[in-house]
């Protein structure tokens, strides 16, 4: 486990718990819950408080890049007649025109 100190956690009045310590969203419905990390289990977290009823929010370093099913879709097919990187350029255009700069 590895909970980074931030300046002024130490007086944070809620719950401070690691990826490994967390069971289920049931007991943060309807509370603010903030995921820092966006690796699986910060995503895989931050679905299941939403599905809960919390009100997630999530902390990233650096800009992501997010794929609906179709583009993901529509890379497998570009894959076959295209080159991998052309492919991936394609797609982050694709989604920054659909998504804008999410930076």
């Given at each position: 486990?590895?909970?980074?100190?931030?300046?002024?956690?130490?007086?944070f009045?809620g719950?401070?718990?690691?990826?490994?310590?967390?069971?289920?969203?049931?007991?943060y419905?309807?509370?603010?819950?903030l995921?820092?990390?966006?690796?699986?289990?910060?995503?895989?977290?931050?679905?299941?408080?939403a599905?809960?009823?919390?009100?997630?929010?999530?902390?990233?370093?650096?800009?992501?890049?997010?794929?609906?099913?179709?583009?993901?879709?529509?890379?497998?097919?570009?894959?076959?007649?295209?080159?991998?990187?052309?492919?991936?350029?394609?797609?982050?255009?694709a989604?920054?025109?659909?998504?804008?700069?999410?930076?």
């Open positions: 486990e590895n909970i980074p100190m931030i300046p002024g956690l130490e007086n009045p719950d401070v718990i690691h990826s490994s310590s967390y069971k289920s969203g049931k007991s419905s309807g509370k603010n819950v995921v820092v990390g966006s690796g699986n289990s910060g995503m895989e977290i931050a679905y299941d408080l599905t809960h009823g919390a009100n997630t929010s999530i902390v990233i370093r650096s800009p992501i890049h997010v794929m609906t099913k179709e583009l993901i879709r529509l890379g497998m097919a570009l894959a076959h007649h295209l080159p991998l990187n052309l492919v991936d350029k394609l797609l982050v255009m989604a920054y025109l659909i998504f804008g700069d999410l930076s």
